[in-house]
């Protein structure tokens, strides 16, 4: 199956079905229910029948679907046998963090390299280096990285994105409370952590 036919949301959901079947499959387990991954991951069942159907696995009655083969074919959709490396712009609180976290558990995205205007400059977090904004342009054509996460303070997110995208950024993960905008052929996921932390707190109280 073409990964260009499998619908947005159903894309969205593999990373987790990935991880998940990868957990699974590492406890020596062969066969997993809709029912069983429903309950692990909260996701309806018949979405996980849905999804999976686009990946020609339709699961038997009372036999589940078949882990190393779902395996097979998410790894081959999500691309995760070349790992994808990425750029941090702003090293800032959250841009520090990220840095030290940088995806350790998930060995297939790393982030390689980050920028700021400030006196972080020049020196690694997690190993990972921080060069000047001046030389984005330079250092994203020289490491043809097409993938960058946004930590500035908003005053400067779009100006940012906008040199992200003219320097060929493909993706971005915007963690600032902007709406950035972009053409079409560029994708844009925003992370709102404190919209988010509300939301949370405003469901629990209503
Ligand atoms: P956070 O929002 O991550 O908690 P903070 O409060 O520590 O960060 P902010 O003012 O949000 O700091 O700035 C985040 C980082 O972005 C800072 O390190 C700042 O130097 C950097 N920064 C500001 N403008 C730009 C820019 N145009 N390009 C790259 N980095 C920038």
């Known amino acids: ?5 499998i619908p947005q ?13 990868n957990n699974l499959h590492q406890q020596g387990k062969q066969r997993v229910s809709s029912k069983e991954l429903s309950e692990a ?10 999804d999976f159907s686009y990946f020609g696995e339709l699961g038997r009655k009372g036999y589940g679907y078949d882990i190393q083969h779902l395996i097979y074919f998410f790894r081959k959709t999500l691309d995760q046998d ?7 712009v702003g090293v800032g609180n959250l841009g520090t963090a990220l ?3 940088n995806f350790i558990k998930n060995n297939n995205t ?4 980050a920028f700021d205007t400030n006196d972080k400059v020049d020196k690694t977090i997690g190993g990972v280096p921080i060069y000047s904004v001046d030389d984005l342009e330079k250092e994203l054509k020289r490491t043809e990285i097409t993938v ?7 005053q400067a997110a779009d100006e940012m994105t906008e040199r992200l995208v003219n320097a060929g950024i493909e993706g971005i993960l915007n963690f600032t409370p902007s ?19 509300q939301s949370l707190i405003y469901f629990l109280k209503n």
């Open 99 to 101: 840095l030290n976290y």
């Open 82 to 88: 070349e790992i994808s490396r990425v750029a941090l």
């Open 9 to 21: 949301a159903t894309a969205k959901r593999l990373p987790l079905y990935y991880r998940h079947l």
């Open 179 to 197: 709406r950035l905008s972009v053409p079409d052929t560029v994708r844009v996921h925003h992370i709102d952590l404190s919209v988010e932390l």
């Open 148 to 154: 960058a996460i946004l930590t500035v303070p908003m």
């Open 1 to 5: 199956m073409e990964e260009n036919k």
């Open 110 to 113: 790393k982030i390689e390299i």
């Open 41 to 50: 991951l909260k996701v309806d069942s018949a979405t996980i029948r849905k």
